[in-house]
């Protein structure tokens, strides 16, 4: 039998339980199929221009949650990374470490959650700047993602109208029927029409049953902005 000093034992134990942490993190690929430039952002990761083909490589922890990504547009940053962007501004700053201001089609994801699965979806819930797909591509899952490639912001109602993009009404009325400020609301004629063109995504706070999707731990995705 062979014997491991206590004193060598940490030493030891590193390699294996960073091997562990490492086989239960996430690859996420993010992939700007858009014509024009947009510039990434994610939470946690931060942000980075992505001219018309190009792509950026994420590595996220096992355990995140609250996690987003998105596109932003209209963006003019300084060389040190400060500025602003028409849509899905972080407190103006290239590399984002705040949620992005509304209108922006989000990526959201949970990471090893409950019986290890992860937990994501697209939500359109702080309204649409680009469409979007959101999809597995490792792990063995047997879910085929979330797609919201509708041109939303061409059949925006006026008064969701914004530049650049779509309100969702919440942002717009800000009152309990669309924001759901005491936990209780329910679809309406604006969730509807999101729900039409992306219905796989958030359409509104309450839209779980048809919009929340899972992975095993341990899968690495791919976001897509502007989908072919």
Same mark, same amino acid.
């Given at each position: 039998?062979?014997? !491991? @000093?206590? /004193? ?22 993010? !992939?700007?199929?858009? =014509? ?17 083909? #190009? ?9 995140? /949650?609250?996690?987003? !990504? ?7 940053? +300084? ?9 899905? +501004? ?14 922006? /089609?989000?990526? &959201?994801?949970?990471?090893? #959650? ?8 697209? =939500? ?5 700047? %680009?469409?979007?797909?959101?999809? $597995?591509?490792?792990?063995?899952? @047997? ?5 919201? =490639?509708?041109?939303?912001? @061409? #059949? ?12 969702? $009404? ?6 309990? &029927? ?20 992306? $219905?796989?995504?958030? @359409? ?6 048809? =919009?929340?999707?899972?992975?095993? &731990?341990?899968?690495?995705?791919? %976001?897509?902005?502007? $989908?072919?």
């Amino acid at each position: 039998m062979v014997m !491991i @000093s206590p /004193t060598l034992l940490p030493l030891f134990l590193f390699p294996l339980l960073l091997l562990i942490s490492l086989s239960t993190a996430a690859t996420f690929t993010v !992939i700007n199929q858009c =014509s024009y430039t947009v510039w990434a952002a994610a939470v946690p990761g931060g942000g980075r221009q992505l001219n018309a083909g #190009q792509s950026w490589v994420l590595n996220v922890n096992a355990g995140t /949650t609250g996690g987003r !990504i998105w596109a932003r547009t209209g963006c003019s940053f +300084d060389g040190n990374g400060n500025g602003k962007c028409q849509t899905g +501004d972080c407190g103006g700053k290239l590399a984002c470490t705040a949620y992005g201001v509304p209108p922006n /089609t989000l990526a &959201e994801y949970a990471l090893n #959650q409950y019986g290890k699965q992860d937990f994501f979806d697209i =939500s359109l819930v702080d309204g649409f700047n %680009v469409p979007m797909n959101f999809l $597995p591509t490792s792990g063995g899952c @047997s879910s085929k993602g979330v797609h919201c =490639s509708a041109d939303v912001t @061409s #059949q925006c109602p006026s008064q969701l109208k914004a530049p650049g993009g779509c309100n969702n $009404p919440c942002t717009v009325f800000k009152t309990n &029927e669309y924001c759901c400020n005491s936990g209780s609301c329910g679809a309406t004629d604006y969730s509807k029409f999101f729900k039409k063109l992306c $219905p796989q995504a958030y @359409s509104y706070p309450k839209d779980d049953a048809t =919009s929340t999707f899972t992975c095993p &731990e341990g899968t690495n995705y791919q %976001v897509v902005f502007c $989908p072919h």
